[in-house]
């Protein structure tokens, strides 16, 4: 059982490029979650779907998309990467939408220069 | 948007010896969570607390849930090298959660 899988673990991206971090789940959870941890400023949410089709921004949101189109993946999307985003990336699953089930990935550590 | 803010933000502290730390919110919670995330990994739920006044233990380390249902309180007892990570609280909001700032604990042998 996997888990929560997220790739790529580590990335550079030039400003103004763009690209795709991957989650992707094998446990039938309905709710997904990306978010973003800064130095000395835990975790902020960026988005969050509850189900296939349906996603809603969280604390975080500009300069980010995603799609929800199957329960196993939730992918999240950097159109024109910023230094602003440079940052840890973690995706976490759960099924029921309650704290005591959340599973987090590893983690993408994204670098943008 | 709701904060939560941990202290402190860091700790150095000798194997052996008890920790303490607290988080306080701006906002009334229905659920307290503390997670802890080992380097290069994600968070991995410890402790969750459902009602004011609750006190949970998980081993060595023991949580209570604030009656004030505006903060929670985590402690470790007789640290070991192991416990060396940051230690999030996080509150329940509806389907999601909002976490603290971290505090970061630091064990020397």
């Known amino acids: 059982n996997a888990g929560v899988t997220q790739t790529p673990k580590f990335r550079i991206l030039k400003i103004g490029q763009s690209m795709t971090l991957q989650c992707t789940q094998d446990?039938?959870?309905?709710?997904m979650y990306w978010y973003r941890q800064d130095p000395g400023m835990g975790l902020k949410l960026i988005y969050y779907?509850?189900?296939?089709?349906?996603?809603d921004k969280g604390e975080v949101p500009n300069g980010y998309n995603v799609s929800r189109s199957t329960t196993e993946d939730f992918p999240l999307r950097l159109e024109l990467a910023a230094p602003s985003q440079t940052s840890v990336y973690f995706c976490?699953?759960?099924?029921?939408?309650?704290?005591?089930?959340?599973?987090f990935g590893s983690g993408t550590r994204l670098t943008v220069v | 948007g709701q904060q939560l803010n941990q202290s402190p933000q860091s700790m150095f502290i000798q194997e052996g010896e008890d920790v303490s730390m607290n988080c306080t919110s701006s906002?009334?919670?229905?659920?307290w969570l503390w997670y802890k995330q080992d380097p290069g990994e994600g968070p991995v739920l410890l402790i969750a607390?459902?009602?004011?006044?609750e006190l949970t233990s998980n081993g060595r380390l023991t949580a209570q849930f604030g009656i004030t249902r505006k903060d929670s309180f985590l402690n470790i007892s007789a640290s070991i090298p192991s416990d060396v990570g940051i230690y999030f609280c996080?509150?329940?909001?509806?389907?999601?959660?909002?976490f603290g700032t971290g505090t970061r604990l630091q064990v020397f042998p």
């Open positions: 996080a509150g329940q909001d509806t389907d999601k959660l909002i």
């Open positions: 976490a699953s759960s099924y029921s939408g309650q704290g005591r089930g959340y599973t």
């Open positions: 906002s009334i919670f229905n659920t």
């Open positions: 779907s509850v189900g296939a089709g349906i996603t």
């Open positions: 607390l459902y009602k004011a006044g």
């Open positions: 446990m039938n959870h309905n709710y």
